[in-house]
């Protein structure tokens, strides 16, 4: 479980105890029904996922993958977010010849857990050819949040970008304002 500084004055907490807090893991409320092998699961299974879509073998991905009910997507070419209930059968199809002949090298940067979340937090180092793209190195800051449904794990949501070298305030602010393209 997460705490936000609204989640602590409503709950009473206020203030003083968003302060007391010392670091960003003291945020989170460890678990102790979730085995580390569950997590060192979710990170090889996300990887091998990865790897198998970026080579455009959605048949693969999506067995390897479930998706909760409530799955959101927010992919690194930015615009409105995606619900998995509204990705059509003709948009994974057409992934098999978006992603071609791609490799991946995933970082997990830190994991988080709840009894009912396991958050990653990784870099996948890719290079691959997308779209009409020639291959090249697309390195991407990754966000996966799983949710517990039944004895498994469901993918609810994936955040990634490509600020991985970083831009800086003036290109980041116009982007923001949809003047970047």
Do not use: C
């Amino acid at each position: 479980m997460f705490f936000s500084r609204r989640s602590l004055l409503a709950t009473g907490t206020g203030l003083a105890g968003l302060s007391a807090m010392q670091s960003p893991r003291a945020l989170s409320i460890p678990s102790t029904r979730i085995p580390n092998s569950e997590i060192a699961d979710l990170i090889e299974r996300s990887a091998a996922a990865n790897q198998a879509l970026l080579n455009g073998d959605v048949d693969t991905y999506r067995s390897m993958i479930s998706f909760t009910d409530n799955f959101t997507l927010m992919t690194p070419f930015g615009g409105k977010p995606s619900r998995g209930k509204d990705i059509t059968y003709e948009q994974w199809e057409a992934m098999r010849s978006f992603f071609r002949n791609g490799t991946l090298q995933q970082e997990v940067i830190e994991s988080y857990r709840s009894d009912e979340l396991i958050v990653l937090v990784a870099i996948e180092r890719t290079r691959v050819e997308v779209g009409d793209l020639p291959a090249q190195d697309w390195p991407l800051r990754v966000t996966l949040v799983y949710q517990r449904e039944g004895n498994g794990w469901g993918l609810a949501h994936r955040h990634a970008d490509a600020l991985f070298s970083g831009i800086n305030l003036k290109l980041a602010a116009a982007v923001a304002r949809g003047e970047h393209r």
